[in-house]
Nanobody, 120 residues
Framework: QVQLVESGGGLVQPGGSLRLSCAAS????????MGWYRQAPGKQRELVAT???????NYADSVKGRFTISRDNAKNTVFLQMNSLKPEDTAVYYC??????????????WGQGTQVTVSS
């Protein structure tokens, strides 16, 4: 059984920073791509950033230069460092992982979501 646990959300003032973490637990699997998505009330879920097993990254234009995605393969964990936060960054942030159970096919898994609120 593979599960994702997200942490690091909270309330921060404009211009502040937060660091989100998403850890995959279990055994007998390997992770391919990892990413972060976000969803604001009344809006569709949108891609924020992705990172491949080889370390290649991709960012939405709205966060490029402010957010940094990284991963610790030994701990099966993906991070999202968010700097210079703006009120429009307010959303529930979801971790997404594409993994393969040894001897099986690829699967996709979503985290439970963590609230990020940017407000004075």
């Amino acid at each position: 059984q593979v599960q994702l646990v997200e942490s690091g959300g909270g309330l921060v003032q404009p211009g502040g920073s937060l660091r989100l973490s998403c850890a995959a637990s279990g055994s007998g699997f390997s992770i391919n791509d990892m990413g972060w998505y976000r969803q604001a009330p009344g809006k569709q879920r949108e891609l924020v950033a992705t990172i491949t097993s080889g370390g290649s990254t991709n960012y939405a234009d709205s966060v490029k230069g402010r957010f940094t995605i990284s991963r610790d393969n030994a701990k099966n964990t993906v991070f999202l460092q968010m700097n210079s936060l703006k009120p429009e960054d307010t959303a529930v942030y979801y971790c997404n992982v594409v993994y393969r159970r040894f001897g099986s096919t690829s699967r996709e898994l979503w985290g439970q979501g963590t609230q990020v609120t940017v407000s004075s």
